[in-house]
Each structure stands twice: as C-alpha cells, then as structure tokens.
C-alpha cells in the first residue's frame, strides 16, 4: 500500500489554517514514527522522544460535516516499529441523512499494539457535505477516513 486512504487529486488540506500543507503516503508516515518511542501522550496527540507530534485533525470539509478522533491505550516507552491503517468501516445512515465512518491506526512494538488512533468523519445534514480525518505530523497530513 503506498497512499493512506485514496483522495481525488483535487483534495488538499485546508490551506487556512496550514499555509504548507499537503497530504503524505503511508511510507513517509513510516519513515516519520518508526524506532522512536512515545514519551509523552494524551487522547489529542502523541509526542515522541525526537520532539515529533502527532496529532488527529480535520483535514478538509465543507459546510456542516465535521472529523477527528482520539489516541488511545497509548503505552510509553516501547519502540515504533510498524504502523497500520485499517479499512474504512461506513457507519448507518441516520434519519436526517447524514452517516459517519471510521477507521483506526495501530501502532505497533513488535507484534503488540502500543498505541490506538481511533478516526472518525461525517458527512454532514442530508449526506451531501464531506469531510475528512488525517494523522497530522508538523504540515503533512497523512489521510485515515472519509465521508
């Protein structure tokens, strides 16, 4: 797998809020979290021992629908040595039309789980809006989920 999920080329973060930003591949992500420990964490971000943070934020949206998520089941101290993103899991379709899908990063020591990104995006009143929920590491948003 080389991209994070799959976004039309039009796609790219929310230039008001990050003048440099662009979306990365599931390889740069790699490259950025692998053989550094997490030292400090809480459910918004990670930071790892180089000063590296972590974060979950929105990358794009229109109108009404909204991204993010939360880190969990963080354990300090153990080496990053692989990172997986799951499949998008689409969620149901609520009476006002509007649905929410999910995804979760691993992050992995060995073959343990140290840490959970849990994501999630909306697609806002009626189901015609979209947003989206990215790994974000300094200006590079690395995408997890759509709607």
């Known amino acids: 797998m080389t991209k994070t999920i799959e976004l039309l080329n039009c796609f790219k973060p929310d230039s008001d ?8 591949s599931l390889e740069e992500l790699k490259e950025l979290l692998l053989y550094k420990r997490i030292v400090k964490w809480d459910k918004d971000h990670l930071e790892l021992e180089d000063g590296t943070k972590v974060t979950i934020e929105m990358s794009e949206n229109d109108c009404c629908a909204y991204a993010g998520g939360e880190f969990k089941d963080v ?19 609520e009476e006002s039309g509007e649905s929410e899908n999910y995804n979760t990063v691993t992050i992995y020591h060995n073959q343990n789980e140290i840490a959970l990104a849990e994501c999630y995006a909306n697609d806002g009143n009626g189901g015609f809006y979209y947003s989206i929920a990215s790994l974000v590491i300094g200006d590079i948003h690395f995408p997890v989920v759509e709607a």
């Open 17 to 24: 809020y990050f003048e440099n930003a662009r979306y990365g």
């Open 75 to 93: 354990k300090l101290d153990a080496i990053i040595t692989d990172v997986k993103i799951g499949e998008q899991v689409e969620g149901g379709v």
